[in-house]
T-cell receptor
């Protein structure tokens, strides 16, 4: 079946602009995760959702970052007033349930470049 | 939180040889241990995983072994092929009550034809 999809695949923006990144999880998956991959920091966790709620926002790097999920499906990660250090690949993953043993399946990522 | 170390950072092998990548973790409550393969321009793809109630799991040329006492698990690839060239990540869950994967720094595997 269809995997996790993300859009856009690439996004170039100017410093100070807002951006929205979209994630469409695997159908039926209740848990959704956002990670960021950058050269300096590797792969780091940002936030996860169980259904529409986000119990753990500890990984968001600043209050410029926010995420929401509506209808238990699509999620949007918003970065306000982008900075050059926000340049990275933003990865979304989903799993069937929230569990410390459930497999997370990743999308192809959105490459964000802040000029 | 979980501390994860992955070795080596780069690995070059001749086609047909075996490759082994090791991952150590710190949280004794961790009980799920996946390995991901990432090719250039793509997201990480799960290749094999193991849960803490078993010590070894095999899937064709790929195997994972787990030593919970020593808190490490390893990826074994036999009869390597050029298409195995990629970056491999271990990513144990951060332990009880946490649902985030903590990724190692990655191992860049190059299989030389």
């Amino acid at each position: 079946g269809a995997g996790v999809s993300q859009s856009p695949s690439n996004k170039v923006t100017e410093k100070g602009k807002d951006v929205e990144l979209r994630c469409d999880p695997i159908s039926g998956h209740t848990a959704l995760y956002w990670y960021r991959q950058s050269l300096g920091q590797g792969l780091e966790f940002l936030i996860y959702f169980q259904g529409n709620s986000a119990p753990d926002k500890s990984g968001l790097p600043s209050d410029r970052f926010s995420a929401e999920r509506t209808g238990g499906s699509v999620s949007t990660l918003t970065i306000q007033r982008t900075q050059q250090e926000d340049s990275a690949v933003y990865l979304c993953a989903s799993s069937l349930e929230i569990s410390s043993t459930d497999t997370q399946y990743f999308g192809p990522g959105t490459r964000l470049t802040v000029l | 939180g979980e501390n994860v170390e992955q070795h080596p950072s780069t690995l070059s092998v001749q086609e047909g040889d075996s490759a082994v990548i090791k991952c150590t973790y710190s949280d004794s409550a961790s009980n799920y241990f996946p390995w991901y393969k990432q090719e250039l321009g793509k997201g990480p793809q799960l290749i094999i995983d193991i849960r803490s109630n078993v010590g070894e799991k095999k899937d064709q040329r790929i195997a994972v072994t787990l030593n919970k006492t020593a808190k490490h698990f390893s990826l074994h690839i036999t009869e390597t092929q050029p298409e195995d060239s990629a970056v491999y990540f271990c990513a144990p869950y951060s332990g009880a009550g946490s649902y985030q994967l903590t990724f190692g720094k990655g191992t860049k595997l190059s299989v030389i034809p």
